[in-house]
């Protein structure tokens, strides 16, 4: 059974810092590309940042500088590290999966940005 688990989203104070997980199974994690998305209310879910099966990884312009995405391919996890948090990252954080033509969701950890 394919499972993305994403974790370590919460509240947290402008300019403040937080880890987002995604822990997979049920498929081989290191053949796939992963990728970080957000969806804020009324908006579109937007890609985030990738990392790729080598060493290949994409932020958009909004969050460069300020994001690091790595991934373990032992432990099966992809991380977001969040720093210099802005409220326009309040969202909604999804973990995916993608190797064509599979892809697959986590379920989404609520990020909020706020004094």
């Known amino acids: 059974q394919v499972q993305l688990v994403e974790s370590g989203g919460g509240l947290v104070q402008p300019g403040g810092s937080l880890r987002l997980s995604c822990t997979a199974s049920?498929?081989?994690?290191?053949?796939?590309?992963m990728r970080w998305y957000r969806q804020a209310p009324g908006k579109l879910r937007e890609l985030v940042a990738l990392?790729?099966?080598?060493?290949?990884?994409y932020y958009i312009p909004s969050v460069k500088g300020r994001f690091t995405i790595s991934r373990d391919n032992a432990e099966n996890t992809v991380y977001l590290q969040m720093n210099s948090l802005k409220p326009e990252d309040t969202a909604v954080y999804y973990c995916?999966?993608?190797?064509?033509?599979?892809?697959?969701w986590g379920q989404g950890t609520q990020v909020t940005i706020s004094s």
């Open positions: 995916n999966a993608l190797s064509e033509p599979y892809t697959y």
């Open positions: 049920g498929f081989s994690f290191s053949s796939f590309t």
């Open positions: 990392i790729g099966t080598g060493t290949r990884v």
